[in-house]
């Protein structure tokens, strides 16, 4: 007895290899409700494997630190490179992202401590503001990034992208007599030397091929 040959899909399904790239938008809606903030983050990757991207972000922050005792200015650019590693099986042709990643982490920026109190209050030295406009330029941080994420395409090529990151310090310059409190790219500087960042990008892919 002879069975009917069953025909196969031999449809082939592609997936583009190219450069994205986009922003973080967080960053400029932040800067609207905290007038002590300014920020602006342009992101890329590019695929190198079928589960592998590098990938890079460069930026410019400054952020006025409000405390008890002192009101310090730090400005600055810094770069994250590394690479992210989808975790995500896609369907057909499809394209999203459930990814994890690695990053290193360099700002270059200046420091302002803009006045101080000294932390002694009696009633014959009463504790005052002292303006001191005194800055520290040429510092550096250096960290490094465990993030992980979600990238959609949401129409044709185009992504909607949300991380969160863990933050972990190797070296903050300081300014002399006083602690910095604030580096672009890393943020908030805690005794610890860790932290955590988030990341809310819109992004398009150029695409060079498909594979």
């Known amino acids: 007895m002879e069975f009917p040959e069953v025909e196969t899909d031999s449809t ?14 967080s960053k400029p809606i932040l800067a609207i409700f905290n007038g002590n903030y300014t920020g602006i ?3 890329a990757d590019y695929r190198i494997g079928k589960k592998i991207y590098l990938a890079t972000e460069i930026g410019f922050e ?3 630190s409000i405390e008890d005792y002192s009101n310090s200015t730090s400005k600055g650019s810094y770069i994250r490179i590394g690479f992210n590693y989808n975790a995500y099986d896609n369907w057909l042709d499809m394209n999203n992202e459930i990814f994890t990643g690695v990053r290193y ?32 330029p040429d510092l550096t941080a250096h960290w490094t990034e465990f993030l992980v994420g979600i990238k ?4 044709r090529n185009l992504f909607v992208s949300t991380s969160i990151s863990y933050k972990i310090a190797f070296a903050v310059d300081d300014q002399e007599n006083f ?22 990008t819109i992004s398009y892919l150029i695409p060079f091929t498909k594979k």
């Open 152 to 155: 959609v395409e949401t129409l």
């Open 62 to 64: 400054e952020k006025t």
């Open 179 to 200: 602690k910095t409190l604030f580096a672009p790219g890393l943020g908030r500087v805690y005794e610890s030397g860790t932290g955590f960042g988030f990341n809310y």
């Open 105 to 136: 982490g360099l700002a270059l920026f200046d420091q302002t401590l803009n006045s101080y109190t000294p932390n002694v209050n009696s009633l014959y030295f009463p504790s005052v503001p002292i303006n001191a406009s005194i800055t520290a």
């Open 12 to 25: 082939v399904y592609k997936t583009a290899y190219g450069l994205r790239v986009g922003a973080d938008i």
């Open 41 to 43: 983050e342009l992101v």
